[in-house]
């Protein structure tokens, strides 16, 4: 059964906020409702993942399907249909349908943060690093205080990395600390997103030299936010590991002692082995 993530009811909940701020008509109207509907559907998933049967959802998306094609006939132009019909497109796997959605989405409103970001990610998943990254760049310069989009660049930053250096578009150095910025960036602008800073931590190891001292810091201020359950001890077996790295191996041990979750055990182990080598 096709599973959608929550943020996307809060993105379409704004497109169609949009779409009502320019248009007022029969279209707008016509939209909202395939737009709500839609929404309804997220947002049942979401209440109840079972709710729906994989003949029954994949009618109903199909539905959608067919009743965005017939909006976008008669209004060609509509560029936040256009963003809702590849979203929606993206999520049952029609990507290059998706794509030319996005790019004339594009062609008609080049200052479209969401549009930028889709294109790049589409480019990105192509292998497409060089051509993606302009687009990225773009969707947070658009959309500075959104932080998935700087999360997006560095998550590009990091799986293009070869190439880019190869390439010449970046030296090693010059990519470590884009990287760095951009994840940092993301985790400023949200910082009760759990996903977000726990990537900037990983990032201080992802360098060429890694940054010890800083993932110790991000760690210990990550962990002074919470006192128990398994993302504590993830959190701790990162600040563990790292105090092995730079030479504090008692207490990278003490720490391990904190960390009894059956799923960390193994992890744990491996961290013990690797602070016995240093």
Request: with cysteine; proline share 3%; net charge negative.
């Amino acid at each position: 059964m096709l599973r959608f993530q929550q943020k996307f009811i809060a993105l379409l909940l704004f497109f169609f906020a949009s779409s009502l701020s320019a248009q007022t008509d029969f279209a707008a109207e016509r939209l909202l409702t395939i737009a709500t509907t839609e929404e309804a559907i997220y947002k049942k998933i979401a209440e109840d993942p079972d709710f729906y049967n994989d003949v029954d959802l994949e009618r109903r998306i199909n539905e959608l399907v067919q009743s965005y094609r017939g909006y976008l006939v008669d209004n060609p132009d509509d560029v936040n249909a256009l963003i809702l019909y590849g979203k929606l497109l993206r999520r049952v796997g029609e990507r290059e349908q998706a794509f030319n959605a996005f790019l004339k989405a594009d062609e008609l409103d080049p200052e479209i943060a969401v549009v930028k970001q889709q294109i790049g990610t589409h480019l990105a998943e192509e292998g497409r690093g060089k051509a993606a990254l302009p687009f990225y760049l773009q969707a947070a310069d658009l959309a500075p205080e959104v932080g998935i989009y700087h999360f997006g660049l560095g998550q590009l930053l990091y799986q293009s990395r070869d190439d880019f250096i190869s390439e010449g578009l970046f030296t090693r150095d010059a990519l470590d600390r884009e990287m760095v910025k951009a994840f940092r960036e993301a985790a400023l602008l949200e910082p009760d997103n759990f996903d977000f800073q726990m990537r900037l931590g990983e990032a201080y190891y992802d360098q060429a030299s890694p940054d010890w001292k800083s993932a110790l810091l991000h760690w210990k201020k990550m962990s002074e936010n919470m006192t128990e359950g398994i993302d504590f001890e993830v959190i701790t077996l990162h600040r563990a590991r790292v105090l092995g790295k730079l030479g504090r191996a008692q207490e990278a041990r003490e720490l391990c002692k904190d960390v009894q979750h059956p799923k960390l055990q193994k992890s744990k182990q491996e961290v013990l082995s690797e602070i016995a080598l240093h």
